[in-house]
């Protein structure tokens, strides 16, 4: 089995991020208030009350600095084309 | 290659992450009011406001510390999406607590705590949000330059116009009268790129002009 370098893990784990916060954002405005008379016009193809059940957890890893990203992404992006550049000259 | 330190979901919000970082704090604790609002968990009354209280502390904490970050940052484009949701996560916290329409039906000392809190809140995020449109616009000189902006930004910005909206016929307040008018422009500006932001902006004429009609009945 092959073992996931960083950037890929990274790249995982900031795209599942990516995805809660697009889900939570769309419902954002369905909730309706309890209560309240304010019917909240804004619906936007959501699931309603539905919250995601996979509430991060204490331990979770958050996403890794922005700048060290991209660093580090680019340095692993330099380093493939290099690598795609020495095999077809072999 | 040096060490990445990557930190988790429950390091303290002094803890230095990125944008993106922050923008997945705001979603937490974005969770944790819907859970709060939604859950049924406190048992008495004054746990309930306790709860409350914790979480208005907690978000405005978070809010805060990102306004900070976003001030010291060359590049404030970079905070807008994670600043933006912890607006909306302040709305979404003080809402149901600010008014005798939208209040839970609680009484009592700890109840009318909770909505001096709630009040002060939607008063100081809506004011946050005029100055947060002031900075995209500052940041987006060309409608090139929109591009940039996160999608995720307009639920805050709609959410002070309604307040705004609201404060103008109550209070006929005319600083109320100018944000208002500031933030419909920065969404008219925005909807140009963004169909969400032309949604808004939607329902926002919808909103007032049902008011107008509430005022003529």
């Known amino acids: 089995m092959v073992q996931e370098t960083w950037t890929e893990q990274e790249e995982r784990r900031r795209t599942w991020w990516g995805v809660l916060i697009a889900d939570r954002s769309v419902t954002l405005r369905f909730f309706p208030f309890p209560d309240s008379n304010d019917n909240r016009v804004v619906k936007i193809g959501s699931q309603g009350h539905i919250l995601n059940s996979q509430e991060p957890h204490d331990d979770t890893i958050l996403p890794s600095n922005d700048n060290a990203w991209v660093s580090r992404s680019s340095s692993q992006l330099m380093q493939s084309l290099t690598e795609l550049g020495r095999r077809r000259h072999v | ?217």
């Open chain 2, 1 to 217: 290659m040096s060490k990445v330190v990557q930190s988790s979901v429950a390091n303290p919000v002094d803890f230095a992450v990125g944008p993106f970082p922050r923008l997945c704090q705001a979603y937490i604790m974005l969770g944790k009011v819907f859970n709060h609002h939604h859950g049924g968990h406190a048992v008495t009354e004054f746990e309930h406001f306790q709860a409350a209280s914790q979480l208005y502390n907690d978000s405005s904490t978070l809010t805060t510390k990102i306004l900070d970050e976003a001030a010291d940052t060359p590049d404030y484009l970079a905070m807008a999406a994670s600043l933006a949701l912890s607006f909306s996560l302040l709305y979404a916290l003080c809402e149901p607590y600010s008014g005798p329409t939208n209040s839970q039906s609680f009484s009592g000392e700890e109840a009318a705590k909770m909505q001096a809190q709630a009040i002060d809140g939607l008063n100081f995020v809506s004011n946050s949000v005029v100055e947060f449109t002031g900075h995209l616009n500052t940041a987006t000189p060309s409608a090139h330059d929109l591009d940039r902006i996160s999608p995720l930004v307009m639920d805050s910005l709609y959410s002070a116009a309604s307040y705004h909206a609201w404060q103008v016929r109550e209070n006929s307040d005319q600083n109320s009268q100018m944000a208002l008018d500031t933030i419909r422009h920065s969404l008219q500006r925005l909807g140009t790129r963004w169909r969400n932001a032309a949604e808004y902006l939607r329902f926002l004429e919808a909103q007032e002009f049902h008011y107008a009609v509430r005022a003529g009945a």
